[in-house]
């Protein structure tokens, strides 16, 4: 079955420390994505790679930071410096994210500081 | 800055009727347009895409227009039944997507 995870599903985190947000996909995908979806808001991006090794900042990169060592995985850190981490966060691929194909999302993880 | 309009108010209709949700677009030249379905605490899905140079588009239930002019999409779920109730998110993309906050549609029987 091919798809996109993430973990965990829900996170709680104390004010000050960093936290990894997981996101596999295994549909072969060469661009991935990390969006921030607050309520009331719609999706705004945070970082995306449209190759392994290589990624560029989205619309609110401050206070993330990702890797892209393998194909399948995007890994997203949530760092101290972010002002206001409590959210939902999603991942997404697509084919090539330069021509407009769809993207696949992941189910989430909702981040809750505590 | 580039903005994208879709209507904050849910939309309520009736079961069998035709539901249309717009989004409207300003200081932007998208190079296509997608439109996704969202339930709550769930990742989007993809449902329909259609670029600059195509007006319209079809899929069983499902059209959508794209009016570069008018800057502005329709997306139209006709014969709409309950288990179509859930926010539908357009977005705008050259190079990346970027998302409208959506609309609610409530199907009610």
């Known amino acids: 079955d091919g798809g996109i995870t993430q973990s965990p599903k829900y996170l709680f985190r104390k004010e000050g420390q960093n936290v990894t947000l997981s996101c596999e996909q295994n549909?072969?995908?060469?661009?991935m994505y990390w969006y921030r979806q607050d309520p009331g808001q719609g999706l705004r991006l945070i970082y995306y790679?449209?190759?392994?090794?290589?990624?560029q900042k989205g619309d609110i990169a401050e206070g993330y930071s990702v890797s892209r060592e393998k194909k399948e995985s995007f890994p997203l850190t949530v760092t101290s410096a972010q002002k206001n981490p409590t959210a939902f966060y999603l991942c997404a691929s697509s084919i090539d994210g330069r021509r407009g194909d769809e993207q696949f999302f992941g189910p989430g993880t909702r981040l809750t500081v505590l | 800055s580039q903005k994208i309009e879709q209507n904050s108010e849910a939309l309520n209709i009736q079961e069998g009727k035709t539901a249309t949700l717009t989004c409207n677009y300003t200081?932007?030249?998208?190079?296509?347009l997608q439109w996704y379905r969202q339930d709550p605490g769930r990742g989007p899905v993809f449902l329909l895409l259609?670029?600059?140079?195509?007006k319209e588009k079809r899929k069983e239930r499902l059209k959508v227009t794209f009016d570069t002019t008018l800057k502005q999409s329709l997306f139209h779920i006709t014969a709409s039944q309950p288990a179509d109730s859930a926010t539908y998110l357009c977005?705008?993309?050259?190079?990346?997507?970027?998302f409208g906050t959506g609309t609610r549609l409530q199907v009610f029987p």
């Open positions: 977005a705008l993309g050259t190079d990346k997507l970027i």
């Open positions: 549909l072969n995908h060469d661009a």
């Open positions: 259609i670029r600059e140079n195509e």
């Open positions: 200081n932007y030249s998208p190079a296509y």
């Open positions: 790679s449209q190759i392994v090794n290589d990624f």
